[in-house]
């Protein structure tokens, strides 16, 4: 069983409706409950703040900051990780620092957040994802780039660094400035990021499919079994090697730049990549599956995408489900905290009934949200 990295201690400052907040974990799974709006939903977000990026809202720093405060919050935590015990401390949202996010881990500074990763992977699941199979693709690859991020922490760097030079070469063809040596160097860059990217999104989804294709488990059968492909970029070159697919983008880059100033945006690249996903069982697209069905599977993807980072880093990566047990049937949620105690990690869960979780009786700590404010409570059924 893959090593278990946990919580021990969260501390919030000036945190959405938090002003100040310390609550100490046991380290078995934990459970928040409590009424709509009070505040369950921000713990889980804080927490995936001890991770690279934005979190699981996505948020504008500032926008997180406490109503009535001087604009910036902090984090902190505590935690039992895969380098061993480690204090990780995040701060952002002040003006005066420009917004931007800064960390600390054990006491100094770390040079980039990319360095969480060396501490603990997290992986969340929220109702805002429901739509997933049938929203616009950005928000598939963004969920796919999360998930590879988890198992190559240097890919979150390349689809930065791969952005910020499409913009680049976006400005140069809107204002006309086609030289010729200097639009050369940025898609030669351009073509070295986007096979990167493009490499690392099929490498991870060829090992997600080999994992999913693996005979399930009792449990694990309650969740429809999802086939997954990558299409739009590249589909059909994968067979050669990673200099020649630079060369052949390079060159299609090179070819359409009058194309691409006129359409105003870069038409070609990883960029354009969409993450498709059917119900293996059914052969249908998971767009068309009906709604419980289209739940099921995105629980049975995260699933496995945990199960996925335990076997490749060797430690359990700590799951955020929010509001996971409103629209699961009772085996369902049977089979679910069965799989999540089987993956050996520390899961957050939230929800408004404390019954929906009583499966978890004797395995989780219930912790009852009131208008920021946080108590234990003992589950009694």
């Known amino acids: 069983m893959p090593e278990k990295v946990a919580i021990g201690r969260l501390s919030l400052t000036d945190f959405r409706n938090y002003g100040e907040l310390t609550l100490r974990f046991a380290g078995t799974h934990v459970v928040f409950t409590g009424n709509n ?41 505590e935690v039992e990780g895969m380098a061993g015990p480690a204090t990780i401390g995040t701060t952002a949202g002040d003006e005066a620092e420009g917004g931007q996010r800064r960390v600390r881990i054990n006491g100094a500074a770390a040079r980039t957040n990319e360095a969480l990763l060396d ?31 988890a198992v190559d922490p240097g890919h979150g760097r390349r689809v930065a660094d791969y952005e910020k030079a499409m913009r680049g070469r976006n400005r140069l063809l809107s204002e006309g400035r086609f030289d010729r040596a200097w639009l050369d160097g940025i898609e030669a860059q351009l073509a070295e990021l986007a096979v990167a990217i493009a490499v690392a999104r099929q490498d991870f989804v060829r090992l997600l499919t080999v994992l999913l294709e693996r005979a399930p488990s009792e449990a694990a ?6 086939a997954i492909k990558l299409t739009g970029f590249m589909d059909d070159q994968q067979a050669l090697a990673a200099s020649d697919m630079e060369t052949r983008f390079a060159a299609s880059l090179a070819e359409s730049r009058w194309r691409d100033e006129a359409a105003g945006r ?16 059914k052969s249908m697209p998971a767009a068309q599956s009906s709604t419980g069905e289209q739940k099921a599977l995105l629980v049975g993807l995260i699933l496995a995408h945990a ?75």
């Open 307 to 381: 199960r996925l980072v335990g076997d490749l880093t060797g430690a359990a990566p700590i799951l955020l489900l929010d509001e996971i047990a409103a629209h699961l049937d009772p085996s369902r949620r049977a089979a679910l905290f069965s799989i999540i105690d089987d993956l050996g990690g520390q899961a957050f869960m939230t929800g408004t009934d404390a019954a929906l979780f009583s499966a978890l009786e004797g395995r989780a700590q219930f912790l009852s949200v009131n208008a920021g404010t946080v108590t234990e409570t003992v589950f009694d059924g």
């Open 119 to 149: 501490h603990l992977r997290i992986t969340w699941l929220t109702p805002a994802m429901d739509g997933l199979f049938t929203g616009p693709a950005g928000d598939r690859r963004r969920f796919l780039d999360r998930m590879v991020l």
């Open 221 to 226: 059968s309650r969740f429809p079994k999802a």
């Open 37 to 77: 709006g009070a505040g369950k939903t921000n713990l889980l977000e804080a927490i995936s703040l001890l991770s690279p990026g934005r979190g699981m809202r996505r948020i504008i720093y500032s926008e997180a900051a406490r109503e009535g405060s001087t604009g910036g919050f902090t984090l902190f935590a």
């Open 266 to 281: 870069m038409l070609e690249g990883p960029h354009r990549q969409d993450l498709e996903v059917v119900h293996a069982e």
